[in-house]
């Protein structure tokens, strides 16, 4: 069965510095995968993609993520934190194939501390 | 194009009620998701419906119902409400033209936070 995992409940980061943010996911079959942003008291937001094109994806808000199979990795980067930056993020996980659900994460809350 | 959008933004009921939420899709799209979220279990499928026909379901027990009509809108119910059963729940709809289940982008509702006292 598929799997994603985001390792880190809560990060914090100082304001202007890296953002780094885990997931690993588990399939037999590289999924295509997605990293969505919540803010408080809303939906879900797309923030990036990958649906097996290039491995280096770049999204929103100036964040992008890299897929590496040889480490089931696709983790969410941002070379400078702004304080609007603060929320949940989450990473999930579809079959290419179709037919399946999304599959997330349990979710990273970001702090962004000025 | 207007968003997702699904009424009512909050609820309150209590242990043993019913309730019913309700999910407009974007124009056009034909795929509604629903999940629930919680702080503990994190974003759940509950189910998915395209075209008046539930096409997966997870594995939430049979309180949990959802049906969609022919203009694509959906609702879903939960009977016998429990503790538990408070969340927020999000709709997600997506347009999957061919009708073939494949992967097609999902766009997302604000959701309904239920709770249940």
């Known amino acids: 069965a598929q799997s994603v995992t985001q390792l880190g409940s809560h990060v914090s980061v100082s304001e202007g510095a890296l953002v780094l943010l885990r997931c690993n996911y588990s399939s037999s079959v590289p999924p295509y995968l997605f990293w969505y942003v919540q803010y408080p008291n809303q939906g879900l937001q797309l923030l990036l993609k990958?649906?097996?094109?290039?491995?280096l994806v770049k999204g929103i808000n100036g964040f992008e993520a890299e897929f590496k199979k040889s480490e089931t990795s696709f983790h969410l980067t941002k070379p400078s934190a702004h304080m609007s930056d603060a929320a949940e993020y989450f990473c999930?996980?579809?079959?290419?194939?179709?037919?399946?659900?999304?599959?997330f994460g349990k979710g990273t809350r970001l702090s962004v501390i000025a | 194009k207007a968003g997702v959008t699904q009424t009512p933004r909050y609820l309150i009921k209590t242990r043993g009620q019913q309730v019913t939420l309700s999910c407009s899709p974007i124009s056009g799209h034909r795929s509604v998701s629903w999940y629930q979220q919680t702080p503990g279990q994190g974003l759940q499928f509950l189910f998915e419906?395209?075209?008046?026909?539930?096409?997966n379901k997870g594995n939430f027990p049979g309180r949990f119902s959802g049906r969609q009509f022919s203009n694509s809108r959906s609702e879903m119910n939960v009977s016998t409400l429990e503790l538990g059963d408070s969340a927020l729940y999000l709709c997600a709809s997506s347009s999957d033209p061919q009708g073939s289940g494949s992967y097609n982008e999902q766009f997302f509702g604000p959701g309904t936070r239920l709770t249940v006292l």
């Open positions: 999930a996980a579809i079959r290419p194939s179709g037919n399946t659900p999304l599959v």
């Open positions: 419906y395209f075209s008046e026909t539930q096409r």
């Open positions: 990958y649906t097996s094109a290039a491995t």
